[in-house]
């Protein structure tokens, strides 16, 4: 009766004996392993899986058989202990079913230790769940790039990491030039199309290190870390010259905008994460002010 509880439940059960050889391998860990219990039962674990061979899985059987311990192993910090492949219809990046599991001791009827047991529940749908979840908190919904709450806390911590250790980096404040003309012309629909379009030109020109977010309205703002002004300035204009050359398909028609940046960079006399934000919105604005579609720097 037991073991058809055993091979029926929902999650992977493994027993194993002092020596550390699997004495029990339900269902659950036949179908995700591949492997049936007659193959792998009385051998010992590790030959199976050589990467439990570490000091901390095995000190973990030792304090469950010496003191009856419960060990537990958490998906945040584990991911998994056995690698299976996830069968999960998530859309996550996990390439191995993500894992929450925990061992504990076996008594028989004189109350001494023979086995261990090691439970392994499949949570990868709770981790995409939560992955997901973390990215909307930090993505703009309409763009998918950073948000502003993202691009402010992003840009606390490089500021305090050069005043403690110095070093260069720059931002580029980015603005579509007569915005509202788009909206009151091809309706919102279509500015919704256009800043996304934007968005993404900019998004494919940036390197991996640098952080777009959408500030707000049809405001952008990119952290260049590790580079000075000069660098940004090429940066800069070259977020510019592909915009201009960029046209938009909405409904047939051919759409084009400008834009308009303001460059600052982290130097002496600059006090605050804000204070770099102000200086580069201000050399923005006074890109608006000469023309539009062209960079400024600070002052």
């Not at 925990?102 to 499949?122: H, S």
């Not at 870390?225 to 660098?231: D, H, L, Q, S």
């Not at 960029?246 to 834009?259: A, F, L, R, S």
């Amino acid at each position: 009766m037991f073991q058809q509880i055993f091979d029926a439940i929902n999650i992977g059960i493994v027993i194993l004996d002092k020596d550390l050889k699997v004495h029990g391998w339900n269902r659950w860990m036949e179908v995700h392993s591949g492997i049936d219990e007659s193959k792998i039962k009385s051998s010992p674990i590790f030959d199976t899986f050589p990467h439990l061979n570490n000091p901390k899985f095995i000190r973990s059987c030792k304090s469950v058989f010496s003191f009856g311990n419960f060990c537990f192993f958490s998906q945040k910090l584990h991911r998994h202990l056995f690698p299976f492949k996830t069968t999960s219809y998530a859309d996550s990046k996990f390439d191995f079913m993500q894992q929450s599991c925990a061992m504990g001791p076996l008594r028989d009827e004189n109350n001494e230790i023979k086995y261990l047991f090691i439970y392994v529940q499949d949570v990868t749908e709770v981790a995409a769940y939560e992955q997901k979840l973390l990215e909307m908190n930090m993505r703009d919904g309409l763009t998918g790039i950073y948000n502003r709450r993202f691009l402010e806390s992003k840009l606390s911590e490089e500021f305090n990491r050069h005043q403690r250790y110095g070093g260069v980096f720059s931002l580029v404040m980015l603005d579509i030039d007569f915005f509202k003309k788009v909206n009151d012309t091809h309706g919102h629909q279509c500015g919704d199309f256009i800043l996304k379009a934007v968005s993404s030109r900019v998004a494919s020109i940036i390197r991996n290190v640098d952080y777009l977010a959408r500030y707000g309205g049809e405001e952008f703002c990119c952290l260049l870390p590790e580079t000075g002004i000069p660098a940004a300035l090429t940066v800069a204009e070259r977020f510019r010259a592909a915009i201009e050359q960029q046209e938009t398909n909405y409904d047939g028609e051919i759409i084009k905008v400008t834009i308009s940046l303001g460059v600052s960079e982290f130097r002496k006399g600059i006090e605050s994460a804000e204070m770099m934000i102000k200086k580069a919105d201000e050399a923005l604005y006074r890109a608006k002010r000469e023309g539009r579609n062209k960079v400024v720097v600070m002052d």
